[in-house]
């Protein structure tokens, strides 16, 4: 059953007797003072099917716990600890300075129950609606977009590894599986299997050993009846043993290292759903990304998301701008200044002023997409030259014998075919935001509002928090929200938010 929070002071009560040490204006000691107002205790009711039973630790206390976890990026178990020492948190969550807390496999239940519930994200909607309350965002109509990769919890394996560990994991779980006789390496040991890494022979036969046995494994159990997770870990089996190899052409029957990288490649049989993620061409991390609305003056995140690090960032927008009120000015960098990623701007009834792309010509000093003029209504492009070449239902404009003789050839194309334009049914929206962009007044609100959203990733980031904490995209995306919730209420102390009996205000005094 559902705990309580008693609301007669014990006698050791510590914000009673330590409140002078708990800083003013800090988090903790504005959860000390409005905890049940922004977690009341029906607001976890739903987790709690039947009155009977031992009463649990009170939701406010353990959405309290969750929030400042969160906020100083520890683990369960440092947490509690915290909890049992700390007086801060002690006095945050309404304890008395003896009690001990409790066990950290507390908080694993309560972050399954919200995962499972119909309201995963419910203390960063409780925080959302504190905002909302206190007007701190009304008539501030913008929002950046932006995201940042976060590094997984685990350690990325190479291809050995992760078909051996898999292997052992499936012989594990499958009992059919223990009793297939195989031979590339003792899959009871949990070591890496052993070979001459610096022979080319020696990695070559440890690598088809592995997919062979792999492979006979799948085959043998695969029309067995099995359970979810039985045919879950022979999947991500059959995923590893096929991602990186392939049949050698020089000898047949036989597996090597593929001379491609697989595309939505998996990276960790611990973490099946982490990917490889690139920042820049050069700044390479392994893990999740995150993805952020945030009001910019203010820097508080209105919403958030998290993807695989290899995904777009793009892929997001239609959640982030979900909830935003119709015309809102959305400022975003180039990787939101796709086709596909404008119509949902769009369609969603904003003002996208996002920042073009940008390609160079292939031509040094050559004349550029820009420099033909593109009339869609009547499916023409005009080169710099003056010809001009109808569009084909395809989408292409192809000027073929009209570059033969042209002046301009040298600066335009070294296709033997002459120039070939391609217009796409987005044209006219990336040349409205060009033009939109190209204004001076947004140029202004861009240059000095965008970057903004660089200072809340800096918040959403610090220290351990560049690292998610669990495995799998479900609970590091709980996990981001409570972290988003934790962020936003340290901002909004420092804004001054406090409650007035009535309703949540800011004062700035």
């Not at 600890?81 to 409790?102: N, P, Q, T």
């Not at 006979?216 to 190899?245: N, P």
Request: aromatic share 4%; net charge positive.
């Amino acid at each position: 059953m559902q705990g309580v929070e008693r609301f007669d002071r014990e006698l050791l009560d510590t914000m009673g007797l330590c409140g002078g040490l708990v800083p003013v204006g800090s988090v903790y000691r504005f959860l000390a003072e409005h905890r049940l107002r922004l977690f009341p205790d029906g607001m976890f009711a739903d987790l709690f099917g039947s009155g009977r039973g031992r009463p649990s630790v009170p939701g406010s206390v353990i959405a309290t716990v969750l929030v400042l976890q969160a906020l100083e990026a520890v683990s369960d178990r440092e947490a509690v600890e915290r909890l049992r020492c700390d007086i801060a948190w002690k006095a945050a969550a309404g304890l008395s300075l003896v009690d001990e807390g409790f066990h950290p496999t507390v908080l694993t239940r309560w972050r399954a129950r919200l995962r499972a519930s119909k309201k995963p994200e419910r203390i960063f909607d409780a925080v959302r609606e504190v905002v909302a309350e206190s007007g701190v965002l009304a008539g501030k109509d913008r929002r950046a977009l932006d995201s940042t990769i976060l590094d997984d919890a685990v350690a990325t394996q190479d291809t050995v590894t992760m078909i051996s560990s898999q292997i052992r994991r499936c012989r594990r779980l499958i009992p059919e599986a223990a009793d297939v006789v195989l031979v590339a390496h003792d899959y009871e040991s949990k070591t890496k299997p052993s070979c001459d890494w610096s022979d080319p022979e020696s990695r070559s036969e440890l690598i088809n050993g592995l997919v062979t046995d792999g492979l006979k494994l799948i085959e043998t159990v695969k029309d067995m009846k099995l359970d979810s997770d039985q045919v879950e870990a022979l999947g991500l089996l059959g995923v590893v043993c096929g991602q990186d190899v392939e049949q050698d052409p020089d000898r047949e029957g036989r597996w090597r290292i593929a001379r491609r990288v697989a595309k939505d490649r998996t990276i960790s049989v611990v973490d099946p759903e982490a990917r490889h993620g690139h920042k820049t061409r050069s700044a390479k991390r392994d893990g999740y990304k995150a993805h952020v609305a945030v009001e910019p003056e203010t820097g508080l995140v209105t919403t958030t998301d998290l993807t695989a690090a290899n995904t777009t960032d793009a892929g997001s927008i239609a959640d982030l701008i979900a909830e935003e009120p119709p015309e809102t000015v959305i400022l975003a960098d180039s990787a939101y200044a796709s086709g596909p990623a404008l119509k949902t701007f769009e369609e969603a009834g904003h003002t996208p002023i996002v920042k073009p792309i940008v390609r160079k010509t292939r031509i040094e000093g050559g004349y550029h997409r820009d420099d033909f003029t593109i009339d869609t209504g009547a499916r023409t492009v005009t080169c710099p030259a003056g010809h001009t070449a109808s569009i084909r239902p395809g989408g292409t404009a192809r000027f073929a014998k009209r570059c033969n003789g042209c002046p301009l050839r040298a600066r335009c194309t070294t296709a033997k075919a002459g120039r070939t334009v391609t217009v796409d049914e987005h044209h006219d929206r990336r040349e409205a935001n060009k033009t939109r962009f190209k204004e001076p007044g947004n140029q202004t609100t861009y240059r000095t509002r965008r970057p903004l959203v660089e200072r809340t990733i800096a918040w959403l980031t610090r220290g351990k928090a560049r690292r998610v904490p669990y495995r799998g995209l479900t609970r590091n995306k709980q996990w981001l929200t409570t972290r988003a919730a934790a962020v936003n209420l340290q901002r909004l102390t420092n804004l001054g938010l406090t409650h007035t009996n009535t309703r949540w205000t800011l004062n700035p005094a």
